[in-house]
């Protein structure tokens, strides 16, 4: 059985690989995901995040690693889609996933409520489930913490209306968070080279997610097109 503590033991200064493709995607598949989980495995990371339970459900066939589960899904009249609802959060505990990713911005919910209203409701509901916090600063991270997240991450940061002028990584943000928080503090959006990875391990953080720059080859293509005079 995976405990809080194993759980993140396993992931602890490792890398966690984030396999996701959007519907209009060309990779838009289960299946491919559960062969990008198999090839993250192989290079040797030591988790997956992954988006569905479609997409969960295949990866859990192909690797057995921690899984950092979502569900994207757009609710009219809110910002929030990074497991926006008690339904998205349902399903997931239902698929029995290792640790459930959902904003935790100060953005108004589907449900017209802040995340500082909902999550207490969250936690009592699912006590023994871990919770992570993807916040866009330091603020949220803060908040998040009070509100007894197992861990957080800067997922969001440089994502929401007003984070988009920062640079990503966000390094202050992920280095004040290691300094001032107990709790794991994983580092994510925006890391496209090795050498921003190595950097970000030497501010102290317990893991990393990297996605784009790893399993999302249209993306990819985009930069070295870009490139060219």
């Not at 200064?13 to 289960?30: F, I, T």
């Not at 959060?89 to 449900?111: C, F, H, S, Y």
């Not at 999550?119 to 998040?144: G, R, V």
């Not at 640079?167 to 709790?183: A, G, H, S, T, W």
């Amino acid at each position: 059985m995976r405990t809080k503590e194993n759980i993140f033991k396993k992931i602890q200064g490792g890398l966690v690989v984030s396999c996701q493709a959007l519907p209009e995607e060309p990779l838009h598949s289960s299946f491919i995901m559960g062969k990008m989980a198999c090839s993250a495995k192989m290079a040797g990371a030591k988790g997956i995040r992954a988006n569905s339970i479609i997409d969960i459900q295949a990866i859990k066939k192909s690797v057995d690693l921690p899984i950092i589960g979502i569900i994207k899904q757009d609710y009219e009249g809110s910002d929030v889609f990074i497991t926006p609802t008690m339904k998205e959060i349902d399903l997931l505990v239902q698929e029995g996933v290792d640790l459930i990713a959902l904003d935790a911005t100060k953005r108004v919910r589907p449900d017209g409520k802040t995340i500082s209203e909902v999550f207490p409701l969250i936690k009592e509901k699912y006590k023994d489930q871990l919770f992570m916090a993807d916040c866009s600063t330091y603020e949220e991270a803060k908040e998040a913490y009070k509100l007894g997240f197992d861990c957080v991450g800067t997922t969001l940061s440089g994502y929401t209306e007003y984070t988009k002028e920062l640079k990503l990584p966000n390094m202050e943000m992920i280095e004040r968070l290691v300094k001032d928080f107990p709790i794991p503090v994983i580092a994510e959006g925006g890391i496209w080279t090795p050498e921003e990875l190595r950097y970000i391990f030497e501010l102290g953080v317990d893991s990393a997610v990297v996605g784009s720059a790893i399993t999302r080859p249209l993306e990819i293509a985009k930069r070295f097109i870009a490139a060219i005079p």
